[in-house]
């Protein structure tokens, strides 16, 4: 059984930045692309990132050169590096198995809220 624990949100200041963790479990991780996605209050599922397996990285264009994802295959664990964070980045983030979008699996996400 795939599972995905988040960890790593919290209340930040405009401009702050965080750090989200997601450990993966019930498949092996090292063989398989990862995203981030993320969903706001009364708002649809939106992609942000795919690591794929060769290193691959791609990001949407609202967090390009604002978020960096990586990943610890010891660790079976998935990064995201979030800096320059904005209000409207305010959302529950979610990891995901795979790169299709949208995602079948994803674990339950950490609120990450960003206000002054």
């Known amino acids: 059984e795939v599972q995905l624990v988040e960890s790593g949100g919290g209340l930040v200041q405009p401009g702050g930045s965080l750090r989200l963790s997601c450990v993966a479990s019930?498949?092996?991780?090292?063989?398989?692309?990862m995203m981030w996605v993320r969903q706001a209050p009364g708002k649809g599922l939106y992609w942000l990132s795919t690591?794929?397996?060769?290193?691959?990285?791609t990001y949407a264009d609202s967090v390009k050169g604002r978020f960096s994802i990586s990943r610890d295959n010891a660790k079976n664990t998935l990064y995201l590096q979030l800096n320059s964070l904005k209000i409207e980045d305010t959302a529950m983030y979610y990891c995901?198995?795979?790169?299709?979008?949208?995602?079948?699996?994803r674990g339950q996400g950490t609120q990450v809220t960003v206000s002054s």
């Open positions: 690591l794929y397996v060769n290193g691959a990285t």
């Open positions: 995901a198995k795979g790169s299709a979008f949208p995602p079948i699996d």
């Open positions: 019930g498949f092996a991780f090292e063989q398989h692309p």
